[in-house]
């Protein structure tokens, strides 16, 4: 316990500020709930699934690593990297009527010693179906590779001459960051789990700990053999010795005195919220969906339908973030392998931070506790991991102000927003799903927290440093360079557009040329073309013949007989810069086009593959798509490449305002006129 308070206080890279806290700081804990519970309803943290895609249950994780250890293939040294709901067949699913019976499964990923395994562990009948081992794979990493890093690199000689080259000999309040080493091909890094890890002095940094890096030393460990490899020293660099706080302390020593604070906005509904919480079904307005939790993807919103006059519509089966890849753009030794996979690597829901009333989320939210296996295999959790809100910002859905006749109508605009929030080390990533009362689903990811700097010789740029010590960034401190980088984020959508039967369709917007007695000399027009194979629908964004990608239903048509579907709306978006042979873009295939569809696969689910650590980019969607499957009038899956380049700014130190970045899902013909005409004037 009391080394795991010291680690949580020193923080690592992905600062895992939820697995710092654990125990200690947040009071994670043990529930025999069934995924989620409300808060202020306890009760719900008692209650047995309901629903065939309910997250496991605390007691189901630890009936999962009972059953493994009755069948002989789990014992105490075995860490499990995931342990997550193992989904029931999809027709299975749709078939289900509630109050009827379902199967329970989970799957697991077992580490054993330096040996991966996959099972799949029949909860109902206590019986383990299938236990394989996977060969060349690294899984995610576990808390208890990450803990002792510090110790085992401070202990090692080579490292400790490094430091005493700048002068320090004492390593209290050294902190050293494990970070993922990605696959660069080198031989000896082959068969080895390695971690590559900087680190960083944390004697003045108050609550900005990345703000003072030892700069050019690195250490190269293998954690199956708990060894220091090598250790990098490329010279003496300044270390600097500010705070770089962002606290309010922090912030006074810099302006001197805060502004005066805001009068108060309130966020107040008298008569409560218009959201009902079935436990993981919601209900608001029109729209129905299930909310689960997974510790690797983070929220999974499925089974979305739309009451339409009465009949119940499917629009998108499932929907999660698959992977995060962040790609720095330095060349130096100590810096070209960050080309983090913070999903796969990590874990988005695994680093899941509790979300704060008035801040994070308004103070009339309802906020959901969420439940996750450990790397034991037992259950802890996460308070206030989710918060779900009505969002009005005096904004109209639709108004229309005529002058003729001197009328207005309009209605102001309410959304339903879910979110959640991870720290994945220097970085806060909030997501949220976004229900419109006019048919929209958006998307919405927001950025925040603190760049990763690079420590430097130059205080400004007038000095003669300057300008190579900037190469890969900007100055935004004095000895402190933000190195410029990639976030890139895959979606996965499995749209049910009125059912399973679905297709691609590329509506692309054509340049027609007028008869030169025409008194317009162009016009453009929409010319469709139904996309037959996933290796057609691999598309990217092209402001030059821009086009539209729609999902539409092969069965159903609205009243004017129009095929029914959605589109993905690119809200902004960015293309991948670096070569398609480059090691990171081959493990991350993904970010080669911001479009696909597929084949509904149940096995398909990570963009990067179930394995991305140390992956050499076999198993990615890129991989999946080269074999021209059929993707017309069937079950299909699309997957979203969103992505933002980030060259770094002064503004965005000691601290980053939030950035938002998101794509939409729109209605495309699928109703018969604005389903929110229906919409009353306020009160």
Same mark, same amino acid.
């Given at each position: ?40 309803? $306890? ?5 047995? $699934? ?246 690797? +993807? ?28 962040? $790609? ?67 904004? &109209? ?38 229900? *419109? ?71 692309? +917007? ?49 009243? +004017? ?22 090691? &990171? ?26 394995? &991305?650590?140390? *992956? ?68």
């Amino acid at each position: 316990m009391a080394r795991l308070k010291r680690w949580s206080a020193k923080y690592l890279r992905f600062g895992l500020v939820v697995l710092g806290t654990l125990l200690a700081i947040v009071g994670l804990t043990l529930t025999s709930g069934a995924g989620f519970s409300l808060k202020g309803t $306890p009760a719900l943290a008692q209650v047995a $699934p309901t629903h065939p895609l309910d997250s496991l249950t605390a007691a189901e994780f630890t009936l999962t690593k009972e059953f493994l250890t009755a069948a002989g293939y789990v014992d105490e040294s075995s860490r499990f990297p995931l342990i997550t709901l193992h989904e029931p067949p999809k027709a299975e699913v749709l078939s289900w009527e509630p109050g009827q019976p379902f199967s329970r499964a989970a799957f697991a990923i077992v580490k054993q010693g330096p040996d991966t395994y996959e099972a799949v562990v029949n909860l109902a009948a206590g019986s383990v179906t299938s236990w394989e081992k996977q060969e060349d794979v690294q899984p995610n990493l576990l808390l208890e590779e990450l803990i002792g890093v510090t110790d085992l690199v401070t202990a090692d000689p080579r490292w400790q001459d490094a430091m005493a080259k700048r002068g320090i000999t004492e390593y209290s309040q050294i902190n050293c960051a494990p970070l993922t080493a990605g696959y660069y091909g080198l031989p000896e890094h082959e068969g080895r789990r390695i971690l590559n890890v900087p680190c960083s002095d944390l004697s003045n940094t108050q609550n900005n700990i990345y703000g003072s890096p030892i700069e050019g030393v690195m250490a190269v460990v293998d954690l199956n053999q708990q060894q220091v490899l090598e250790v990098i020293d490329n010279g003496v660099v300044p270390i600097s010795t500010k705070s770089h706080a962002f606290s309010e302390e922090g912030a006074k020593d810099v302006f001197g005195e805060l502004r005066s604070p805001l009068n108060p906005i309130a966020l107040v509904q008298p008569e409560g919220n218009n959201i009902t919480l079935n436990h993981n079904v919601i209900d608001w307005q029109k729209w129905s969906f299930h909310l689960g939790f997974d510790r690797r +993807l983070g929220t999974v919103i499925s089974m979305v339908n739309y009451q339409d006059n009465g009949q119940i519509r499917p629009v998108l089966y499932e929907g999660a973030l698959s992977e995060i890849f962040v $790609p720095y753009m330095d060349s130096g030794d100590a810096w070209y392998y960050r080309t983090y996979m913070d999903s796969g690597e990590y874990g988005f829901g695994w680093l899941a931070t509790p979300l704060v009333a008035g801040i994070d989320c308004p103070t009339n939210a309802t906020f959901i506790d969420a439940v996750l296996p450990d790397d034991e295999g037992n259950a802890f959790t996460t308070e206030d991991a989710i918060c779900v809100f009505e969002q009005y910002q005096g904004n &109209p859905i639709w108004r229309h102000n005529e002058v003729t006749n001197e009328t207005y109508e309009g209605r102001p605009q309410v959304d339903l927003v879910v979110r959640m929030m991870s720290t994945i080390g220097n970085y806060d990533y909030a997501l949220d799903w976004i229900f *419109s009362q006019s048919g929209m689903i958006k998307v919405m990811v927001g950025a925040t927290g603190v760049d990763a700097v690079k420590g430097v010789t130059a205080q400004s740029m007038s000095d003669p440093t300057a300008l190579a010590d900037t190469t890969y960034g900007t100055l935004i401190a004095p000895g402190l360079v933000g190195v410029s980088h990639d976030h890139f984020f895959s979606f996965r959508l499995d749209l049910d557009v009125d059912g399973t039967a679905n297709r691609l369709v590329k509506d692309g +917007l054509r340049l027609q040329e007028l008869p030169a007695d025409h008194p317009r000399r162009s016009i453009w027009m929409p010319e469709s073309q139904v996309l037959a194979t996933d290796t057609q629908a691999r598309l990217k964004l092209n402001y030059d013949t821009p086009s539209r990608w729609r999902i539409e239903s092969s069965e159903a048509t609205n009243y +004017l007989g129009n095929p029914t579907s959605y589109q993905i709306m690119p809200i902004d978006n960015s293309a991948n810069l670096l070569l398609p042979e480059d090691y &990171p873009t081959q493990r991350a295939g993904f970010v080669k086009y911001h479009l696909w569809v597929t084949p509904y696969d149940p096995n398909e689910i990570y963009a990067a593959g179930t394995y &991305p650590n140390q *992956s050499k980019g076999d198993d990615t969607l890129f991989t999946w798509t080269g074999n021209d499957r059929p993707i017309v009038d069937t079950d299909i899956v699309t997957w979203y490449t969103l992505g933002f380049h980030h060259v770094t700014v002064a503004e965005d130190w000691p601290i980053m305002s939030t950035s938002w970045h998101g794509f939409a899902l729109k209605p495309v013909n699928f109703f018969d006129r604005n389903p929110s005409l229906d919409l009353r004037r306020p009160a």
